[in-house]
């Protein structure tokens, strides 16, 4: 028990704690390392950001990062480490306009998977919304979806079964994301066949992200838009696992 005890209030080892430890903290037994330390966690913050550092504009694409900070406990977890964000509160007046709508159709842009997007709801399409989201069990129709522009995304998801998950960071408006299974030359319609369908509306700026499955090659939607007729800037991650 002396023993013990001794090792516990050695000299120089006081603030030490084991779930610091695990999650990379170190030790802050001087002021002089407990600033190495800060300083060294905000450079693999920033190292570890998906969002570009300088400003953003519409349509820019990069690899997705994931967050490697996290402390995953068992049975905690079951999907991929959630990605950076993709975009930062203080880059929400580096663009006005989404830009183009490519197409075909309703489509502005393709998306893959790994990648990250960065979008403007303004200058989009208005074809999806509240009635559209209820008919095809997207979502009850609890929230204002009939104002404001969207933007959609096209994605091809790989052969094999696959789980997809898209994630809508949107610090800059309150805006909503929806995952729709749908393959055709002309987007979805009130009088289509929609078999696949879903979003998790959150209020605010929180994160949004949707989980699907994926069997074989499959074509996906991904719609952004905004409750009642708010729009903004945000960032888009797709990240696709095997099932």
Same mark, same amino acid.
């Given at each position: 028990?002396?023993?013990?005890?001794?090792?516990?209030?050695?000299?120089?080892?006081?603030?030490?704690?084991?779930?610091?430890?695990?999650?990379?903290?170190?030790?802050?037994?001087?002021?002089?390392?407990?600033?190495?330390?800060?300083?060294?966690?905000?450079?693999?913050?920033?190292?570890?950001?998906?969002?570009?550092?300088?400003?953003?504009?519409?349509?820019?694409?990069?690899?997705?990062?994931?967050?490697?900070?996290?402390?995953?406990?068992?049975?905690?977890?079951?999907?991929?480490?959630?990605?950076?964000?993709?975009?930062?509160?203080?880059?929400?007046?580096?663009?006005?306009?989404?830009?183009?709508?490519?197409?075909?159709?309703?489509?502005?842009?393709?998306?893959?998977?790994?990648?990250?997007?960065?979008?403007?709801?303004?200058?989009?399409?208005?074809?999806?919304?509240?009635?559209?989201?209820?008919?095809?069990?997207?979502?009850?129709?609890?929230?204002?979806?009939?104002?404001?522009?969207?933007?959609?995304?096209?994605?091809?998801?790989? %052969? $094999?079964? =696959? #789980?997809?998950? +898209?994630?809508?960071?949107?610090?800059?408006?309150?805006?909503? &994301?929806? @995952?729709?299974?749908?393959?055709?030359?002309?987007?979805?319609?009130?009088?289509?066949?929609?078999?696949?369908?879903?979003?998790?509306?959150? %209020? $605010?700026? =929180? #994160?949004?992200? +949707?989980?699907?499955?994926?069997?074989?090659?499959?074509?996906? &939607?991904? @719609?952004?838009?905004?409750?009642?007729?708010?729009?903004?800037?945000?960032?888009?991650?797709?990240?696709?696992?095997?099932?």
């Amino acid at each position: 028990m002396l023993l013990l005890l001794s090792l516990v209030f050695l000299p120089g080892c006081t603030g030490n704690n084991p779930l610091d430890m695990i999650r990379g903290g170190g030790s802050s037994s001087s002021s002089s390392s407990s600033s190495s330390s800060s300083s060294a966690s905000a450079e693999g913050d920033k190292a570890g950001s998906a969002a570009p550092q300088g400003p953003i504009k519409a349509g820019e694409t990069f690899k997705a990062k994931e967050k490697s900070h996290l402390l995953i406990l068992p049975g905690k977890t079951t999907g991929p480490t959630p990605p950076a964000p993709g975009i930062t509160r203080k880059q929400c007046g580096d663009i006005t306009d989404g830009g183009p709508v490519k197409g075909p159709d309703c489509i502005t842009d393709e998306i893959s998977c790994g990648q990250t997007i960065i979008g403007h709801t303004k200058g989009g399409v208005n074809r999806f919304n509240t009635r559209f989201y209820e008919k095809f069990f997207c979502s009850p129709a609890t929230t204002n979806h009939n104002g404001g522009d969207e933007r959609v995304y096209h994605l091809v998801a790989p %052969p $094999g079964k =696959k #789980r997809l998950w +898209v994630t809508l960071d949107t610090p800059c408006a309150d805006l909503d &994301l929806a @995952v729709i299974r749908w393959q055709g030359s002309k987007c979805p319609s009130l009088d289509s066949n929609v078999q696949d369908c879903d979003m998790w509306p959150k %209020p $605010g700026n =929180k #994160r949004e992200v +949707v989980d699907m499955t994926s069997t074989g090659t499959s074509d996906w &939607l991904i @719609v952004v838009e905004g409750k009642d007729d708010q729009e903004g800037a945000f960032a888009v991650t797709v990240q696709c696992v095997d099932w």
